[in-house]
């Protein structure tokens, strides 16, 4: 089911300016890797997270003052889980007059009937990225934005790297292998502190998501990030030096966009 709401539907939008610090990341991290041009139709994946929430406020502050034109919109994926209900963005998501597409799918019951030999978070994340595809293709969207931030780009290489043997994170920017749409990442020089601190200041309707099979113990992710953050408190400069040592793997690809 795919509910798409516009802004004629609701109230007068209620604008909110994020503050210049994650603006300013955020506009660095645009023209590094060149993630938005010129008459992009950019769809945000929008989990209701801190994360999610505060990368919609400022890709709709761009909207309005970047020398660029793009449109933007947002879509969810409702996986019908009694633990994770993201429905009053609905109404949020309309006082802010951004198109919004609510995607709902069984996924838990989808899960013990289609999972093979894989985690439930693993597939849980394919269901919801292909339907995230699905949608902006419906839509005519040709990018899809992602909130992954640069807490997140560091987890993912020292896990990589722990347990894969390989240098890897996420991209900042990249074509899908179908070669339709591209994907990008607008947070990958903000630290998850400044969303966090951003969507508390704002008073932004965090959902809290809080899956059982995914919460029910420690994850290696959830291992990780508490890893760094410890040594971070004797090295303060650790992310940064983790960011120069991850920029070309964050890179690869973008030639080809």
């Known amino acids: ?22 603006l300013r990341l955020i506009g660095k991290a645009i023209g590094d890797f060149g993630l938005i041009r010129d008459g992009d139709r950019i769809l945000l994946g929008l989990s209701g997270g801190k994360d999610s929430l505060s990368l919609l406020h400022c890709l709709h502050h761009f909207q309005r003052h970047a020398p660029i034109q793009f449109e933007f919109g947002a879509v969810t994926i409702d996986p019908q889980s009694g633990a994770f209900d993201p429905s009053p963005l609905i109404p949020y998501l309309a006082s802010l007059g951004i198109p919004y597409h609510y995607v709902k799918e069984p996924i838990l019951e989808l899960a013990e009937t289609h999972m093979q030999n894989d985690s439930y978070c693993a597939f849980c994340s394919r269901m919801k990225r292909g339907l995230m595809y699905k949608t902006a293709r419906e839509h005519g969207y040709n990018v899809l934005a992602l909130a992954q931030h640069l807490d997140d780009l560091a987890e993912s290489f020292l896990m990589s790297a722990f347990h894969g043997g390989k240098l890897k994170t996420m991209k900042a920017h990249y074509r899908i292998e179908a070669g339709d749409l591209r994907v990008i990442r607008p947070l990958v020089y903000v630290r998850e502190r400044q969303t966090a601190d951003f969507a508390k200041a704002s008073g932004l309707p965090v959902i809290v998501e809080n899956c059982p099979a995914c919460f029910a113990m420690p994850t290696q992710r959830h291992h990780t990030k508490l890893l760094l953050l410890n040594e971070e408190k004797s090295h303060p400069k ?17 030639e080809q966009v």
Do not use: C, H, W
């Open 1 to 22: 089911m795919n509910a798409v709401f516009q802004q004629d539907d609701f109230n007068t939008p209620a604008f909110v300016k994020p503050p210049k610090s994650l």
């Open 238 to 254: 650790l992310y940064r030096n983790l960011l120069s040592a991850m920029r070309p793997l964050m890179r690869e690809g973008i």
